[in-house]
């Protein structure tokens, strides 16, 4: 395998620091050849879920052989480990902290190792920047080609998030929670399209959308297709239920907030 | 030639979302050796004018074998077209909504397709993000060399917008508008140093500036040269005349707004 | 040496404008084979001391081959000089108003040049834009391998900030400034840990920490060690003690200012 590998990088570094350049050049001194790709810098600081919903929207928009570097930590210099995840479709390095929750949920990992050769630190590691010192360099290696088992020990009980699973109420609903609102005002659900297949295989059909104590009817296929004057709902691009309006956030007309609960209401066929 | 190729990257989808990412997964699955480089991703949401100001701003910079992806599409979803343009200083793919608009009408076109080749695309097609499933791959596949005519079919009406010409006015005035404004305050407008030629042709020369019931009279070449305490005029890197005010936001001293009448006037000959 | 050197490029042009576009555009026109390391395009508008900081926080995590271009340029187009640093951790491509001053307090300088060959400029120059069309094109020119010989003669009085040196007052204290605010709230100051080995090799021990009439007695190692309630100091990822707080702003906290004069306060041996 050639040594020019892809390595996305994703962080809640922010913009104007030196944090990100600084693991830039962690990783290229390791391997200068090795292709970096910013997915973001700007997740919230210490946001998890938001950072664990970002590499969900897009590793598997990559060639497998890539690696994403997640930083958001924030137990740096604690005792918290450190991961590398292998899957079918690329590899993970980021600490042992939940942030890979939602990829280990629809995606079978093929091995994950814990962070202890040291021999493939950047020295002398600070207590405070893992990212520079541990993770950036480690994904170095693994650009290199190192095997997984030179790495560390196999581990068998990553730290998962517990977040609550959609789940199907007595009254012909799909239950779920708000997991994103994105920049466009757009309410990304944890309910997916696969989600409704139970209920749909039994010959029902999606009625309304609920939120935040108000009902949503229209569903439509793309943004553009939805009504000017109300909210409606999609299904989005990372294949979760969505609800939109039309040049407009819609988080602000409805009021909605990342973990509100919402709902998928279906009717019985006639 | 080489695989290599360069794909610029501009869209309005933010810096927090795993859009970006997702596209450039997208682009490097079909040609895993383009080197992307990012533009910006902070043209506010759906704002056609900013994304056409920006590609304007730098496609000339870069080598004519680049690839520009611009990725600011309200229609998403829609039956608006997705073209590829080419010219003489790079390749251009992008909704057909206007946004190559200020590249057009300074720059020959030498051929403008329809993307209509679904072979192409990324699979399944989401109707909520042509950028990751049609733009960013027929990007990738421009990269590795395919020929334009295999895209689709030619396209000789594409969608312009409908921006105000800088027009000659009686009284020996150039009128144009506020194109843009910039992080720094500083004022770009619609007329260019070229606009001027006429006026100066005939021995007339510039006099001063009006903005927002404001004449400003100071000339000067390059920012450190005004005034500390007034705003003064120059004409800008991209070659277009524009307001700037000493280590402050002439946009917020002037009130400007983007779209605001301005005008450069000249006096006759002596 | 090859061409696919690597460049980094930190500037104050933000990520909303064709600038930064334009100056890799115009690199890369030089050397389609360089490959462009952002750093962070949000320093605050002409703020030298923020871009002096972030270079210094990340260069030498680089390869020594690297080329570092900085763009923070209040002077453009006055006579103010360009300059090309080599020292042995990399090249330094900037204007000459002591953007890199933190980086020569801190690094043998093997020779400094003044940018003055026009034939490796791009043309016309624009006197507003010095970062596309002189700083850009000649670190493209010097990822190719030219030598700095060619490039201008040699400069031997460097502008430098005048910043405050850390000093030992009488009273066991050292005294220095807060150099950074970073995006966590952390307060980054100007007192290294390399300037506290005068005083710990005389046996003294550190005893807390001053700021904004304010004391801080808690010292840890890494962030997730530090007290809930209240804030406390550390030795941060570029070696400089810092002020932080458990997931809060430590800046907010303590109404801390880039600027502010702090102490470490040391004990005598027992």
Redesign the interface.
Known sequence: MSEDR?I?F?SD??????????????I??VN?SA????????????DLL?AA???????????PS?IHLIVVD?????KRRGLVMRTDSGFFVAPDNGVLSLVMAHEETKRIVSIEAEHYF?KPV????HG??IFGPVAGWISKGIELSNIGSEVLDPVRMGLPATKESESNCLEGFVLHI???GNIITSISERDTKSLSDRGKTIQSFSINNREINQQV?????GSDKDPFF?V???GFFEVSAQ?QSAARIIGAQRGMKVGVHFQDPH
Do not use: M, Q, W
């Open positions: 892809i996305t994703l570094f922010g913009t104007l620091e030196y944090y990100t350049g600084a693991v830039k050049g962690a290229l001194s200068p292709r970096i790709i910013d997915l973001s810098h700007d997740i919230p600081s210490h938001c919903f970002t590499i969900y929207g897009c590793y598997l928009n990559f060639p890539t924030p137990g740096v210099g604690s950047r600070s207590p405070t920047f520079r010192d994105d920049k466009f296929r793309f943004y553009s297709e999609l989005g691009s990372a040049k």
